[in-house]
Nanobody
Framework: QVQFVESGGGLVQPGGSLRLSCAAS????????MYWYRQAPGKQRELVAT???????NYADSVKGRFTISRDNAKNTVYLQMNSLKPEDTAVYSC???????????????WGPGTQVTVSS
């Protein structure tokens, strides 16, 4: 069984920074792309950032230049460095991945509980 656990959220003032982590554990053979999503109250889940197995990255326009996604393949962990935070970045942040288990089953629908990020003065 595979699971994700996010950490690093919290309350920060506008202009501040946070670094989120998401560790995948369980029977993992390979992780391909990894993703960070967020969902604000009353809004749909939004894809924030993507990092492929080869390290290529892509970002939502709303976070370009402020957020940086990275990964540590040895630790099956993905990170999201968030700088110059704005109140509109307030949301629950969750990670997701396209991965293959040791049973060679592909999973794209595993989610962690998420971590709350609140940007407020």
């Amino acid at each position: 069984q595979v699971q994700f656990v996010e950490s690093g959220g919290g309350l920060v003032q506008p202009g501040g920074s946070l670094r989120l982590s998401c560790a995948a554990s369980g029977s993992i053979f390979r992780i391909n792309a990894m993703y960070w999503y967020r969902q604000a109250p009353g809004k749909q889940r939004e894809l924030v950032a993507t990092i492929t197995g080869g390290g290529n990255t892509n970002y939502a326009d709303s976070v370009k230049g402020r957020f940086t996604i990275s990964r540590d393949n040895a630790k099956n962990t993905v990170y999201l460095q968030m700088n110059s935070l704005k109140p509109e970045d307030t949301a629950v942040y969750s990670c997701n991945a396209d991965l293959v288990s040791t049973e060679f089953r592909r999973y794209t629908d595993i989610w962690g509980p998420g971590t709350q990020v609140t940007v407020s003065s």
